[in-house]
């Protein structure tokens, strides 16, 4: 039974390499002549789909743009419901602004809740840095996730350094 098992194996393993795939382009021609063969083939290449694929694509990049952000992270430092919480907030807010004035800030009502959310993080580990950061001031901050700002390329610092 072990010998036909084995020999079994053997002819499958041995059989599945006819099956492989040749290389359609020249090998001596070097990386140019593969790429002018590959755009060849690629040029050639029609793709079929369904009409309302594409449909589907317009709606969600229109989506996209009507919601004027990304799914990403900020740190919320405050929220409160009480009867003078929007002032609590904005006393927050101003302080947050003037002890980190590089980190943008954010002031939410939430119903009930005012908030105070600080932070544009695109990943869960840009928000930790910024939390272990600010921890010494707001050590109760935690993650949230929120529809954030489009990251700037350019910061106005490198604009000004160019054109100078």
Same mark, same amino acid.
């Not at 002031?107 to 005012?114: S, V």
């Not at 600010?134 to 489009?150: C, E, G, Q, T």
């Given at each position: ?39 060849? @083939?690629?040029?050639?290449? =029609? $793709?079929? /789909?369904?009409? &309302?694929? *594409? +449909?589907? @694509?317009?709606?969600?990049? =229109? $989506?996209? /743009?009507?919601? &004027?952000? *990304? +799914? ?93």
């Amino acid at each position: 039974m072990k010998y036909l098992c084995s020999v079994i194996f053997f002819f499958i393993l041995f059989s599945s390499q006819g099956y492989a795939q040749k290389d359609t382009l020249d090998q001596n021609s070097g990386i140019s002549g593969q790429t002018a063969k590959m755009e060849e @083939l690629l040029g050639k290449l =029609q $793709i079929r /789909q369904d009409p &309302r694929i *594409t +449909d589907l @694509l317009i709606r969600h990049s =229109q $989506i996209n /743009q009507r919601r &004027r952000g *990304t +799914d990403g992270f900020r740190l919320e430092i405050f929220f409160a419901s009480d009867t003078k919480a929007r002032e609590q907030a904005e006393r927050v807010k101003n302080e947050f602004s003037t002890l980190f004035p590089d980190i943008t800030n954010y002031l939410l009502f939430q119903t009930p809740n005012f908030k105070v959310r600080i932070g544009d993080f695109r990943s869960k580990s840009e928000a930790l840095k910024t939390k272990a950061f600010i921890s010494s001031k707001y050590p109760n901050a935690f993650i949230v996730k929120d529809n954030i700002r489009f990251p700037e390329f350019f910061t106005k610092k490198v604009e000004q350094s160019q054109q100078q």
